[in-house]
T-cell receptor, first 115, second 109 residues
Framework: NAGVTQTPKFQVLKTGQSMTLQCAQDMNHEYMSWYRQDPGMGLRLIHYSVGAGITDQGEVPNGYNVSRSTTEDFPLRLLSAAPSQTSVYFC??????????????FGEGSRLTVL | KQEVTQIPAALSVPEGENLVLNCSFTDSAIYNLQWFRQDPGKGLTSLLLIQSSQREQTSGRLNASLDKSSGRSTLYIAASQPGDSATYLCAPLVDKIIFGKGTRLHILP
């Protein structure tokens, strides 16, 4: 199993450009989420999904869009990148359910720089 | 709204000491709680997962406890080593998983 795979690992954008960070997991996890991590700010939740077709906002959703058309994929879209979105982005997934909610698995991260 | 607080924010101690890292959370309706470590510039490594029905979980020199009713978890590190230097994060597992800012641990050789 590959686990949680994020692409790209590094990306440089210009202000106003759009891009999509990809996240895929092969563990059949219902739950997937996106975080950003900035120095001194810890991990902040952007969006999360408890299953295909269901998404919800986290702590810092502005400027980001998500969709969940399949169980495996949870892409994060920046429609018009801003320098404030320079950060390291992490995707995570886990099983979902009251009786068998499992541990959270993380991808290796995607480092985004917006000039 | 879930809030997660980790105390202390930073800790620097000589090698060999036993350590206690604290995690408190406001929403006690959690499924489980997970502890991670993160080395500088790296991703998150899972250390321990405590099921909501458990009170403790052990892995090697690490022992984590969970008290859902009081909204607290403690990570105990025995006989600390320089390789334990990292940031430690706790995550109460609910639908909207919020992290604390972590405890930055530095073990002096």
């Amino acid at each position: 199993n590959a686990g949680v795979t994020q692409t790209p690992k590094f990306q440089v954008l210009k202000t106003g450009q759009s891009m999509t960070l990809q996240c895929a997991q092969d563990m059949n996890h219902e739950y997937m989420s996106w975080y950003r991590q900035d120095p001194g700010m810890g991990l902040r939740l952007i969006h999360y999904s408890v299953g295909a077709g269901i998404t919800d906002q986290g702590e810092v959703p502005n400027g980001y869009n998500v969709s969940r058309s399949t169980t495996e994929d949870f892409p994060l879209r920046l429609l018009s990148a801003a320098p404030s979105q320079t950060s390291v982005y992490f995707c995570a997934s886990r099983t979902q359910g009251t009786l068998n909610t499992g541990e959270l698995f993380f991808g290796e991260g995607s480092r985004l720089t917006v000039l | 709204k879930q809030e997660v607080t980790q105390i202390p924010a930073a800790l620097s101690v000589p090698e060999g000491e036993n350590l206690v890292l604290n995690c408190s959370f406001t929403d006690s309706a959690i499924y489980n709680l997970q502890w991670f470590r993160q080395d500088p510039g790296k991703g998150l490594t899972s250390l321990l997962l405590i099921q909501s029905s458990q009170r403790e979980q052990t892995s090697g020199r690490l022992n984590a406890s969970l008290d859902k009713s009081s909204g607290r978890s403690t990570l105990y590190i025995a006989a600390s080593q320089p390789g334990d230097s990292a940031t430690y994060l706790c995550a109460p597992l609910v639908d909207k998983i919020i992290f604390g800012k972590g405890t930055r641990l530095h073990i002096l050789p």
